[in-house]
Antibody, heavy 122, light 107 residues
Framework: EVQLVESGGGLVQPGGSLRLSCAAS????????MSWVRQAPGKGLEWVSA????????YYADSVKGRFTISRDSSKNTLYLQMNSLRAEDTAVYYC???????????????WGQGTLVTVSS | EIVLTQSPATLSLSPGERATLSCRAS??????LAWYQQKPGQAPRLLIY???NRATGIPARFSGSGSGTDFTLTISSLEPEDFAVYYC?????????FGGGTKVEIK
């Protein structure tokens, strides 16, 4: 059974940093691209970042480019999102999501974690 | 960036009725569109990918159609568990984008 479990969310001040983690199990982690998708309170879904199965290719939404870094550790079956220079508008539930096709990102998401809430506020 | 516009924003229907949801893309995306269902407090669930292919375990009452810029998600006969918010998503170009959602509520 595929499982994705996020952690690392919490309250952070504007300008601060946070690192999210997503522990994956139930599939061959290195064979699938992964993404982070966020959802502001009461709002819709926004794709944030994606990474290829091998970790060599990464993609970012313009809203986070230069501030967020996606990475993965296949030895730990874990996906990460390093978030720096956080802003109030980054407040959201952050989901990790598995690509449904394979190691190259840019498809759809067939499994999602339960999400972790990031609140940016003073 | 490809903008996806979903309509209507809210659809009020009764169990057993047919639901028709629309998603329009700002430029052609071929058939590179998915539909997701999200219930309160839950993560989204993939229903349809590449416009018309049902994801694993999705009931046959859910169907998708369309290509180019106009897409439709149809729920043939609403079950109580189908009342939720539905999102479309395109994969034609980076960045991947989602529509604003359609809420299907009980009338």
């Amino acid at each position: 059974e595929v499982q994705l479990v996020e952690s690392g969310g919490g309250l952070v001040q504007p300008g601060g940093s946070l690192r999210l983690s997503c522990a994956a199990s139930g599939f061959t982690f290195s064979s699938y691209a992964m993404s982070w998708v966020r959802q502001a309170p009461g709002k819709g879904l926004e794709w944030v970042s994606a990474i290829s199965g091998g970790g060599g290719s990464t993609y970012y939404a313009d809203s986070v480019k230069g501030r967020f870094t996606i990475s993965r550790d296949s030895s730990k079956n874990t996906l990460y999102l390093q978030m720096n220079s956080l802003r109030a508008e980054d407040t959201a539930v952050y989901y990790c999501a598995k690509d449904n096709m394979g190691s190259q990102p840019g498809h759809y998401f067939d499994y999602w974690g339960q999400g972790t809430l990031v609140t940016v506020s003073s | 960036e490809i903008v996806l516009t979903q309509s209507p924003a809210t659809l009020s229907l009764s169990p057993g009725e047919r639901a028709t949801l629309s998603c329009r893309a700002s430029q052609s995306i071929s058939s590179y569109l998915a539909w997701y269902q999200q219930k309160p407090g839950q993560a989204p669930r993939l229903l349809i990918y590449d416009a018309s292919n049902r994801a694993t375990g999705i009931p046959a009452r859910f169907s998708g159609s369309g290509s180019g810029t106009d897409f439709t998600l149809t729920i043939s006969s609403l079950e109580p568990e189908d009342f939720a918010v539905y999102y479309c998503q395109q994969r034609r170009n980076w960045p991947l984008t989602f529509g604003g959602g359609t809420k299907v509520e009980i009338k």
